[in-house]
């Protein structure tokens, strides 16, 4: 099933630890994209990667990092300093192209604090 | 910025009623606008953009940039189209740009027999 893949489906962060989000695509795309949903808010766009070893902040990057050291590979932590990281993630890839390109999205997963 | 408002977080219809989802947006620039669904268990997926023109599923979408709005429409709602959905606007249209979208709050639809 090709597509993106992201792990794990739900994950428990404790107060004080950083987590790492993982999310992979086989769709040799090189745009990949972290969006926050919570409910009553849509979805919120964390961090943005158009290119390999270049990623650019969202709307609500606090509190959160990146590396796009492989185009196949966008992984996500949430650092102590995100204060409300319960929410559900959803990693989205696309290819660019004249702005009208779609979204191709993973199955997201689901972070909660103990 | 940009900023895109759907008015309403839960929409109710009968099957074979029709149904609008209400989607207005705000941007100084040419929008690029899509609406995406998520049906229940499954993953998130683009439904149709305006710069396409067409119709999937039934549904239909108007870009009015006098009253910015871009509303979705099906003229026979049927079971199967209860969903989430989302009405999207991309910030970098034009040009050789990527998929950096705002969305909005989503709108829940929910079609009864």
């Known amino acids: 099933d090709g597509g993106i893949t992201q792990s794990p489906k739900y994950l428990f962060r404790k107060e004080g630890q950083n987590v790492t989000l993982s999310c992979e695509q086989n769709?040799?795309?090189?745009?990949m994209y972290w969006y926050r949903q919570d409910p009553g808010q849509g979805l919120r766009l964390i961090y943005y990667?158009?290119?390999?070893?270049?990623?650019q902040k969202g709307d609500i990057a606090e509190g959160y990092s990146v590396s796009r050291e492989k185009k196949e590979s966008f992984p996500l932590t949430v650092t102590s300093a995100q204060k409300n990281p319960t929410a559900f993630y959803l990693c989205?890839?696309?290819?660019?192209?004249?702005?009208?390109?779609?979204?191709?999205f993973g199955s997201g997963t689901q972070l909660s604090v103990l | 910025a940009q900023r895109v408002t759907q008015p309403e977080k839960l929409l109710s219809v009968f099957k074979g009623a029709p149904v609008e989802l209400k989607c207005n947006y705000s941007?100084?620039?040419?929008?690029?606008l899509f609406w995406y669904v998520q049906y229940s268990r499954q993953r998130l997926q683009l439904l149709l953009r305006?710069?396409s023109r067409e119709s999937i599923k039934g549904f239909t979408a108007d870009l009015n940039k006098g009253e910015t709005s871009f509303h979705l429409k099906k003229p026979f709602a049927q079971e199967e189209d209860s969903a989430m959905y989302y009405c999207?606007?991309?910030?970098?249209?034009?040009?050789?740009?990527?998929?950096?979208?705002?969305f909005g709050q989503g709108t829940i639809l929910t079609v009864h027999p």
């Open positions: 989205a890839s696309s290819r660019p192209g004249q702005g009208d390109e779609k979204l191709f």
């Open positions: 769709l040799n795309h090189d745009a």
């Open positions: 990667s158009q290119i390999v070893n270049d990623f």
């Open positions: 941007y100084s620039g040419s929008p690029e």
């Open positions: 305006h710069i």
């Open positions: 999207a606007l991309n910030a970098n249209a034009g040009g050789t740009s990527y998929g950096k979208l705002t």
